[in-house]
């Protein structure tokens, strides 16, 4: 059974940085896509950024490149969102999901991942 757990939201001033860290059991991950998503309030679920098989293989939504970066450490079995200058519209409970395959084209595409996170709550004051 996949089991994914998000950890290390918070309270944040704009301009702040917060990493977010999905560990998961069940499921070695570098053997999966594994994407972050984020739903503000009131608002669907958007892509934020994914990570596929190689770790340089990553994808990142225009409004969150050049400043929020994902990575990976095997050996905890986890992947981490580095979120920097962060800003008020970044608010928002963020979700790792996972596949074992997710085709380049549908990257961005939340029906595409199978497993999910119970999601971590970020708040960027200004």
């Known amino acids: 059974q996949v089991q994914l757990v998000e950890s290390g939201g918070g309270l944040v001033q704009a301009g702040g940085a917060l990493r977010l860290s999905c560990a998961a059991s069940?499921?070695?991950?570098?053997?999966?896509?594994t994407g972050w998503f984020r739903q503000a309030p009131g608002k669907g679920r958007t892509f934020v950024a994914a990570?596929?098989?190689?770790?340089?293989?990553?994808y990142y939504a225009d409004s969150v490149k050049g400043r929020f970066t994902i990575s990976r450490d095997n050996a905890k079995n986890t992947v981490y969102l580095q979120m920097n200058s962060l800003q008020p519209e970044d608010t928002a409970v963020y979700y790792c999901a996972t596949k074992p395959w997710v085709i380049v084209s549908a990257i961005t595409r939340e029906d595409q991942y199978s497993s999910w996170g119970q999601g971590t709550q970020v708040t960027v004051s200004s």
């Open positions: 990570m596929r098989t190689s770790a340089t293989d990553t």
């Open positions: 069940g499921v070695t991950l570098n053997r999966y896509t």
